[in-house]
């Protein structure tokens, strides 16, 4: 197991800069009616940017690269010490591309349910899926040959899906870069900053490259705990980029100056406290392909964890690891089309939701609708009797299970004039309408759902 403390105490920080990033109100009477948020945008132009990723909810990831050769961990392996950087790299050598087909793999990911789909296109090992002019790259040092990129990211756009590029800041092969192993420096900053400025260049040129090339939507990075904002030049990375693009969406992992945040494989406990997040998540135990690791969470599972994701207002990126010849391990697309049976039947609870009414209210995950006025309950497995819902303060139209209407029986006990509790909501859900994963009933209110949530107390005078 790898240890790097300084990931979590990050997303704290991050959860603390967004919490606290709120917009300020203003009595000056100025032209422009919105507050100026983070970075000089404000709530609505940064809202109107961030839309489609957070009404996208799925999204896939895909780790790629050399390390799937000798399926071993992703840069990691050479940088603690398990194999020596000399023989990792030999595995440049085995790695052909002789399978990909990228439009199979959109194919997939759009039968998923997924909107999106992030792909690494350098990992911290520095080797560029595609023709970059520096560093190591698959064209010029595998038998791949050829720009790997490209290709995905048109069949991304052919099957609607938006473009997300993974990208490492760090990469731990190139001579102008400091850290080279856990236990190996190649030089300070402070001593050589000529060459730091050599690292810069190269890195930025690189995101300049990606953006010119293939106009991604989102570019997420990874690795910028090994420097802080000012040595990595984060500000000025995020202008460059979005004077470029003014629509790119950029994840968290560029110290302070990104748009949203990236838990990592531990699904949330509690709701995350900024707008925009997004879980990354393993099949198994492995970003990458690893043949040894058979340690993978079943279809049902991952639906457990998409709908947790859901309900606290996340989106989940789910990770796939193509083999070094491109082809993706049958456990990995047995995954990929049994959550896509599901999200097909309940695409309605799924894309353009908030989060759910939360567990006081239901035992179990939730949605709202974007206008609020339906609620969707993910029941997962057959219930003994009703549901039961609590403190449920607006009036249920109809209610019905997702995928098929079939009608379900919606009444309100222990309800009395005289107080202000709304009683209790139970739900009859037929038996024949259950889905053999996770049930979702639809809410219909005549108003935006409201909740009530005053504390129980005695009643001093009864009617
Ligand atoms: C971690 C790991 C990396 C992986 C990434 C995905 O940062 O360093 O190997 O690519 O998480 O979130």
Redesign the pocket.
Known sequence: MRVRPNRFSLVLTLLGLFVGGGAQATSAPVADPEPTTRHGETDGQHARRMQWFADAKLGIFI?WGIYAVDGID???SFFNGKVSHEDYLKQLRGFTASAYDPQEWARLIRQSGARYAVLTTR??DGVALWDSRQGLNVVRDTPAGRDLVGPFVDALRANDLKVGLYYSLPDWSYPDYDVFTRKQKRYALGAEPQRWQRYLDYYQGQIADLQQRYQPDLIWF??DWEHNAGEWQSAKLRSDMRARNPDLIINSRLNEYGDYATP?LGVPVVKPGQPYWEL?LTMNRS?GYQPRDTEYKSPHQILQILSQTLSMGGNLLLDIGPKADGSIDPRQVEILEKLGRWTRKHAEAIYGTTAGIGLDHFAGPSTVSKDGRTVYLFLDGAPNGDLLVKGFDSKVLRARVVGGDQPVQARVLGKYDWSRHPGLLFLSVPRAALDPDITVVALELDAPVKLYREESKPIESNG
């Open positions: 780790h992703e840069s990691w990992h911290h990874d690795g990592e990354c970003w």
